[in-house]
């Protein structure tokens, strides 16, 4: 490495065992002003002999790089070093070996030195206060001795007198410490965190104060947490960081080049990679394969598609360090006891992992989870086939429609069903050309608001929803078409079914009705129900139901006679969805687990996902048998923290939550006053309305 004397400004190099303890400049740097090594090697106008102190006063015409470099070297010199290390001026970045080969042990150089000097040029100085004195006490970042002192022999107080003073000076002051610009540049991050010890200094070189005494106040800035910095960094505290944490430190931090935003992060992780100015986010896919090739943290994984990543990326890995914000609380998790090894190929990334399928996709479990939710929840990501016509195959993307890896529990992911698959993580020049923050949503514009809504997944034993797929590679979930009512509920990038909003009045329902309708004409089909009511004291119940098409034969008959009879072609599964509705709506009672007569397919509902911020979204189960691997189906934690794990069925509402029709022939009919059980509509059509009364079902079980 190259460094510069702090008394004749000269450069030398060293190597190895060789190189003197020195002292290293942090800082951000100013375009046009900085001084470079070919100012260095080539200006006889520089005044390089000034011997100490070092002038940092500005002199005319003189850049203010170099009055920095001055500054540095004079406080350097201070301390007792005579040799300094400064990136502007000791790199020939006229040489791309050099460049590369300093960018490559940039991280190392920062760890090596005596001291860090991290100077704040937009940080004004504060004279008045002793910032060079403070100390950390018991609450924090605490007065200097001296303000202590003479507040307690004068008895003042915290809001009035000299002291309250110097709080509000010291509290306008970190503000300004802690917008600095310094904390948002990239290059910035490993220069906190490598060196042994980091000194703060305003734009007039007075010193703030060091890494463990501004702790408190550097966590507020960058999001990491004050513990860390306290302890000092190391080679085995830095492996303890996962890799989702490290790059969640990076997300809010800005470089002048694309590339940069990778080559800045390569000591943080320990690899090695040649650099390519010009390849732009490409450096950045490069960067997450490298940390593949050398740690088996599966948080590299569980970036979220926050407004940085565009809304066609489909590869597993992340376009940008932002996409990691959210990503902090990710830990490894290892489940198993043997870890299988993973790897980039010329299909993608080659992984071999737990598999749950859902009715028209499939999520992987990671070997991850959060920090601060139960031990045994694991973060799932929901994957897409390249080809949906080919069931069998076991190529695929990562979907695109969920934003943020899926939190499943232990009893719905511990499956030992595994696949090797390969998952894409090349996109074309074009797609990453486009990258570029998105202001706004993260969520597309075109998604339709829904509040309630049903995940369904599928187990196994369901045999006639998962064809058999090709040799080592997942179940297939084809050979069927799915219809709802109303139409268009149903997202098969998800398998999500979104409930309609509540309709209000006498209506406090909402419900769906899907049909599983198989392309044999040997199978029959499924129906599958999902419901919930509003009861008057705030309480949402939830319902499901199960049933074959073979349980609404009769339903196709009263179809026909009206046809025949000359009314209008109604759906049957308008006609179905609305007896179910009323049913619904007559029991006032919880259902979480339901089956069909014939006991093929049985469905449990779990906790709530949260997919969505301000949706209710539940997990269901389809399974071939009732003794599921599980009682409840992907038990995914509620928001509350809470599994709601009862099946409560004979759950009457009390008198505060009961469910009252406020349409004015209720009355009538809890008075007696009606005897209908079937009206008929415009069409001349049977149909059952939400206010009338048990009767109803029973009517309907008759005309069977």
């Known amino acids: 490495m190259r460094l510069l004397h702090t008394t004749s400004l000269e450069l030398k190099e060293f190597h190895g065992a060789a190189t003197p303890p020195y002292a290293i400049l942090s800082h951000t740097w100013v375009e046009g002003e900085e001084a470079s090594f070919a100012d260095f090697s080539s200006s006889t106008d520089l005044n390089l002999n000034t011997r100490p102190p070092l002038p940092t006063v500005p002199r005319v ?76 006490d018991e609450n924090g970042i605490g007065k200097t001795k001296r303000e202590k002192g003479r507040g307690e022999m004068n008895g003042e107080n915290g809001a009035n007198g000299e002291n309250g003073k110097h709080e509000r000076g010291e509290f306008e002051y970190l503000t300004h410490f802690r917008r600095s610009r310094w904390f948002r540049r990239g290059w910035t991050l490993q220069e906190l965190i490598a060196p042994r010890r980091v000194v703060f200094f305003s734009e007039a070189w007075t010193e703030i104060g060091d890494r463990s005494g501004l702790a408190d106040e550097i966590s507020t800035a960058t999001g990491i947490e004050a513990a860390f910095l306290l302890r000092g960094p190391g080679d085995a505290d830095l492996r303890e960081v996962s890799v989702a944490k490290k790059m969640s430190w990076a997300a809010r931090r800005a470089t002048t080049r694309v590339e940069d935003l990778a080559y800045c992060l390569l000591g943080l992780f320990d690899v090695n990679m040649p650099l390519l100015y010009g390849e732009g ?34 590869s597993m890995l992340a376009p940008l360090p932002a996409a990691f914000e959210d990503a902090g609380d ?94 894409r993580c090349s996109l074309s020049s074009e797609q990453l050309g486009r990258l570029s923050p998105q202001s706004g949503s993260p969520y597309p514009s075109s998604a339709p608001f829904y509040k309630h809504g049903v995940l369904l997944f599928v187990d196994r034993t369901a045999s006639r929803l998962l064809s ?121 009672g919880k259902q979480l687990t339901a089956a069909t007569e014939d006991e093929s397919l049985f469905v449990s509902l779990g906790g709530t996902m949260d997919l969505r911020p301000g949706t209710d979204v539940r997990a269901a189960l389809l399974s071939g048998k009732s003794e599921s691997p599980y009682s409840v189906p992907i038990c995914a934690t509620d928001l509350s923290g809470i599994v709601d ?46 206010g009338s009364s048990l009767e109803n079902s029973q009517a309907l079980s008759a005309v069977s």
């Open 468 to 588: 058999t797929g090709k040799r080592d590679a997942p179940l297939g979930s084809v050979g069927y078409d799915i219809e709802t009512h109303p139409a268009g509920i149903f997202d098969e990038a998800t398998s999500l079914l979104r409930l309609p909003a509540f309709e209000g009045g006498s209506t406090l329902l909402t419900s769906g009705l899907l049909r599983i309708c198989f392309k044999s004409p040997q199978e029959t089909d499924f129906y599958l129900f999902f419901a919930v009511v509003a009861t008057m004291g705030g309480r949402e119940v939830w319902r499901c139901g199960a049933h074959s098409a073979a349980d609404f034969a009769f339903v196709s008959r009263i179809v026909q006679e009206n046809t025949d009879a000359g009314g209008e072609i109604v759906s049957e599964d308008e006609l179905i969805h609305s007896y179910l509705r009323n049913e619904a709506w007559q029991s006032r």
């Open 330 to 423: 990710y830990v490894p998790v290892d489940a198993w006891d043997a870890p299988m090894p993973y790897s980039m190929t010329n299909l993608g990334l080659s992984i071999y992992l737990p598999v749950v399928y859902t009715l028209t996709q499939m999520f992987v479990v990671l070997d991850a989870g959060l920090l601060r939710e139960d031990p045994d929840m694991r973060a799932c990501i929901a994957l897409e086939r390249t080809n949906q016509r080919r069931s069998g195959s076991n190529i695929f993307d990562r979907s695109r429609s969920f934003d943020s890896p899926t939190i499943l529990c232990k009893e719905a992911t511990d499956t030992r069903e595994r696949y090797s698959l390969f998952i």
């Open 645 to 690: 794990e009862t099946d409560d069925s004979d759950y009457v509402a009390s008198e505060d939550e009961e469910i009252e029709d406020w349409d004015s022939s209720n009355e009538e009919e809890e008075e007696g006053e009606s005897d209908a059980v079937d009206t008929q509509d415009s069409r001349g059509v049977l149909s059952w309305e939400m």
């Open 61 to 136: 015409g003189e850049k203010s790089g170099l009055r920095k470099i001055r500054g540095a070297c004079a406080v350097a010199h201070r301390d007792g070093y005579n040799w300094i290390w400064i990136d502007t001026n000791c790199i020939d970045k006229a040489s791309s070996a050099e460049l590369t080969e300093a960018i490559n042990s940039m991280y190392n150089w920062y760890r090596a030195s005596a001291v860090c000097y991290a100077y704040l040029a937009d940080v004004p100085d504060q004279g008045h206060l002793n910032w060079k004195k403070r100390k950390r």
């Open 281 to 314: 986010a490409k450096a950045f896919v490069r960067l997450q394969q490298e940390i593949i090739r050398t740690t088996n943290d599966h948080t590299v994984f569980c970036w979220s598609r926050n407004g940085s990543v565009p809304a066609g990326w489909s």
